[in-house]
């Protein structure tokens, strides 16, 4: 089993930044990818960025492209996600997921979510 804890979820006005962290503990070792997804109210969960743990490998979502930045640390088992030029669109619960094997399917654990509110 592997454990998600996300931070740093906030209220933030347009055009500022935030840094979202995800805290990962248990059986880490067999994480292949980490991604962050995000859920407005009303509307589905979507995927907005992966990391591949070892490589470093990353891949966005074209809405978020050239302004959110995921990256991890290995030594703390933390994948971050550095959010600029934040828009009210922005606005949903941030969820972090990993995935035990290759490619790009569905997600083995998932986090518990943290808010992140854009003011316009």
């Known amino acids: 089993q592997v454990q998600l804890v996300e931070s740093g979820g906030g209220l933030v006005q347009a055009g500022g930044s935030l840094t979202l962290s995800c805290a990962a503990s248990?059986?880490?070792?067999?994480?292949?990818?980490m991604a962050w997804f995000r859920q407005a109210p009303g509307k589905e969960r979507e995927f907005v960025a992966t990391i591949t743990w070892n490589t470093g490998i990353t891949h966005y979502a074209e809405s978020v492209k050239g302004r959110f930045t995921i990256s991890r640390d290995n030594a703390k088992n933390t994948v971050y996600l550095q959010m600029n030029s934040l828009k009210a669109e922005d606005t949903a619960v941030y969820y972090c997921g990993s995935r035990e094997r290759p490619g790009t399917g569905n997600y083995d654990y998932w986090g518990q979510g943290t808010q992140v509110t854009v003011s316009s």
């Open positions: 248990g059986r880490t070792f067999r994480t292949y990818r």
